[in-house]
């Protein structure tokens, strides 16, 4: 695969719609930079006009006027300039853009949820979803039991989510089997072993989510009714027996 990187949109002249523009370009497909190529190109209405590329070594023209001034320009101190480019302008950038985007990855954050549970003959409906990764390129599926499931599986392409970073989802329809074993399998760049998340209960987010509710109502009230008979308990009037019995001072106990 060849990357092309856009480095510079130079020149731009308009004149009564006429457009006369410059763009440079870093073109490249091997990771050592071995086939790393300089090339300026003067375009006129999106139609280029002169071209220099760094492996053909001059200017070359496309219309009359292209080839006046390539021949012109292969003559004089343009050309040496132009032929620099590539050390000078090229490479420190592309290597600056090989570290900070070529081989930048982060790992997807995974999420691996129940859309519907079987009923009534329907099958159970799994997703699978991972977020917030890159570079684009991965590869979701479903193991069940240790085998890859290879039916019954709709998986969406890498979606940009606009910030560099991406999105994907895959839907897992199945009947489930007591004892059964479902498993989401993520493989990416960033990670060196595959990312495996087990599916690991029976209730649908909404279900799951009640039960959290009930429960936490329910511990709530055992907190609060405990507190409230604290409270009760402290605020009550003692119950303490008087009695008239005196001590004298020999340390007899004398009573009325």
């Known amino acids: 695969m060849i990357l092309i990187l856009q480095l510079l949109l130079a020149l731009s002249l308009r004149a009564d719609g006429y457009d006369w523009y410059q763009v440079l370009n870093c073109a490249f497909s091997s990771s050592d930079l071995s086939d790393l190529e300089f090339i300026d190109t003067f375009y006129f209405n ?7 590329n760094s492996t053909v070594g001059r200017f070359v023209g496309f219309t009359e006027f292209g080839v006046h001034n390539a021949e012109r320009w292969n003559k004089g101190p343009f050309l040496q300039q132009e032929r620099a480019e590539l050390d000078r302008y090229c490479k420190p950038n592309v290597k ?3 570290t900070h985007i070529l081989e930048k990855t982060v790992k997807p954050k995974i999420r691996l949820t129940s859309e519907k549970q079987a009923s009534q003959g329907h099958p159970a409906l799994l997703m699978c979803s991972a977020y917030g990764f ?3 390129a991965i590869d979701m599926y479903w193991l069940r039991d240790g085998e890859k499931v290879t039916s019954d ?6 979606m940009a989510d606009g910030n560099w970073y991406y999105q994907i989802h895959s839907h897992l329809e199945y009947t489930p089997t007591s004892g059964e074993k479902i498993s989401c399998v993520v493989e990416h760049a960033s990670s060196k072993k595959p990312i495996i ?4 209960g029976s209730f649908p987010d909404s279900d799951r989510d009640k039960i959290f509710i009930g429960a936490s109502g329910f511990v709530l009230g055992i907190i609060l009714s405990t507190a409230g008979f604290l409270y009760y308990k402290k605020k009550s009037p003692g119950q303490i027996r008087e009695s008239s019995a005196d001590i004298d001072p020999s340390g007899v106990l004398m009573s009325d």
């Open 96 to 98: 600056l853009d090989i």
């Open 197 to 200: 998340v087990d599916w690991g």
């Open 153 to 158: 599986v709709v998986s969406t392409e890498e």
């Open 46 to 52: 999106k139609d280029p006009v002169i071209r220099f």
């Open 134 to 136: 890159y570079p684009p």
